[in-house]
Each structure stands twice: as C-alpha cells, then as structure tokens.
C-alpha cells in the first residue's frame, strides 16, 4: 500500500502568484488534514489565513496515522478545517469534532457524493469493505477527479468569505486566479479526453482511478486483483497470473504505477510491462518531493500520460 504523508506544516501553495497586499482582515485559522489538500487551500486563501495541513510528506499512510496530542493542539481554535474524508483521514474528522467543534467543515468526499451519479469507473466495480469496516465502495483518492476538485475549490472559498465578509473580495481574487493557474491543468485533461478516449489502462492500485475515469480510458486491471489492492490485501496466485497475462497478451496500452506503493508484487507487475513493451507512467498519491504546487504535480503526470498515448501537441 502506498506511504503517503508525514509531518505537521504551514503551508504557502506555490501555484498561484504572490497575494497582491496585505489581508484586508486578519488571518483565519485553518487546518487542512493532508497535503493534497492543503497545498489548493494555502493558493485559495493567500495572505487572509494561516493554513496548517497535518500530514505533509510520504512518510505515513493517513489510514493508519495516529495522531499525537500536539496533532489535537493544531486543531484547536480553527476556524475552518478541510478534510479529504472517506474513510481516507477519519482521525482529522475526529479530532475537529473534538478540538474545534466550531469549525466550519469542508469535506471532499461528501462533495464528490454530489457528483456521483455522473461518474462512472468502467471496468471497476466497488467493494464493501474489509477486516477494518473501510467502505470501498467509493475510491478516496478524489484529489484525482478533477470535478471534485472544482468542488473543493469553490466550497473553500465559500466557507472563508462567510467567515470573514470583509475579505470576500480578496478571496474571490484568489478563486479567479486559482482558476487562471489550472488552465494547463484543464487542457491536459481535454488533450487525453479528446485524443485517448476508450485507450485501455491497468493499475497496481485505484489511486489513479478517478482520473482514468474522467479521461475515458477503460480499465483492464483484472477485478480480482483490483478487489484485493483495493482492501489493501495481497491478490491471489490466479488474480497475478491474469494481470501479468494481460500484459504479455498487451491487453492494455498503458501501466499506471503508483512509485509509493511498494512490494514485490508491483515491482514483478512493473517488470512484465517492462517486457512486454508496455508503457509505464509512474503516478503518486501524494505531492512528491520537488513539485511546486498541485498544479505542477497533477500537469507532470498528465503530461507523461498524455506521451504514453501518443497524444497531445
């Protein structure tokens, strides 16, 4: 399973230009659980708000993060706490309920739900859970569906202009050049969309799953496999031997592979794609060392993608 996020931080997204003066008010409190999130609150908020996110890094899986009482602290007195949800970041649910049971609360997967019914995972079927109660049913990874996204942006902005009125305009500014900065992002999307719909795809995990999906590429990954990666649990003999058969058949067009998931499974995944001259575009769950923003980070990939499937300009 991947590692994803470690470490507490005050973040300062990277992917817009500097604020352009001072905050009209002063600053709100607010806390984001994991960095895929935070780095699009920092870019939203700019100047008008001191943005803690929890978990920033790869060194800690958020299912299984155990928050310690200096975790509880940073959550005391936030005025708005940003959650991803599903199951992904239950600990950062709990703690605001407990330490800021004031908070305003953005929650993604709550949001994604508002959008379910247009979002189909072909070839992807949901599991209801496994020996912890997780829901599986829904992928948590929703920073990959760029609606979601969109959702998240603007019910952010939202929440902070009802919580500090006087600076509605200041962040209105922000959401507006918040959507400037994406537009690279927006087109890598339509690119694939218009010139690889329908292109097959396999996965060594979901993570990536939302955007195959909004892309229009079709899952190959063979269900028992994807039944057993998805409830974090080792696939069966058989369920190996069928994905590493789709590949040496090139029943797909492209491996994604998820470079913080680690194991000799994926790797022996990996190698038969090698062999089979598969391309492999290497995918991460959180903001890898090195990217400037979620924008950069979701571009890189999108970009590697878009060269895999021999699309683009």
Request: aromatic share 6%; glycine share 10%.
């Amino acid at each position: 399973m991947a590692a994803a996020c470690g470490g507490t931080e005050n973040s300062g997204g990277d992917g817009l230009t500097p604020a352009q003066g001072d905050c009209p008010v002063a600053p709100l409190d607010v806390v984001v659980s994991v960095d895929q999130w935070g780095d699009i609150v920092s870019q939203l908020a700019g100047a008008c708000a001191e943005v803690t996110t929890v978990l920033a890094g790869s060194s800690v899986d958020p299912h299984d993060f155990e928050p310690a009482p200096s975790d509880a602290v940073a959550f005391e007195g936030a005025q708005l706490v940003v959650v991803n949800g599903g199951h992904y970041d239950e600990w950062a649910t709990k703690l605001a309920e407990t330490s800021a049971p004031d908070a305003a609360v953005v929650d993604a997967v709550d949001l994604a739900g508002a959008h379910s019914d247009d979002h189909g995972h072909e070839g992807h079927e949901g599991h209801e859970g496994d020996h912890e109660g997780r829901d599986h049913s829904i992928n948590p990874h929703v920073w990959y569906r760029p609606d979601v996204v969109t959702a998240v942006a603007d019910a952010v902005t939202a929440k902070l202009s009802e919580l500090s009125g006087d600076a509605a305009g200041y962040f209105s500014e922000r959401r507006a050049e918040f959507a400037g900065s994406m537009q690279p992002y927006d087109d890598a999307v339509a690119t694939i969309r218009t010139g690889a719909a329908g292109k097959r795809y396999a996965a060594v995990e979901g993570v990536f799953d939302d955007m195959a999906a909004a892309l229009g590429l079709a899952n190959r990954t063979p269900p028992g496999y994807q039944a057993a990666a998805d409830n974090e649990g080792e696939p069966s003999p058989a369920d190996l031997d069928a994905f590493l058969t789709l590949l040496s058949d090139r029943g797909v067009d492209v491996l994604i592979y998820n470079v913080q998931t680690e194991g000799s499974v994926p790797e022996q995944i990996r190698a038969a794609a090698d062999q089979a001259g598969i391309p492999v575009v290497e995918v991460t769950e959180t903001l890898p060392p090195g990217a400037e923003s979620f924008q950069d980070w979701q571009v890189g990939q999108l970009d590697a993608l878009a060269e895999a499937l021999g699309v683009g300009a």
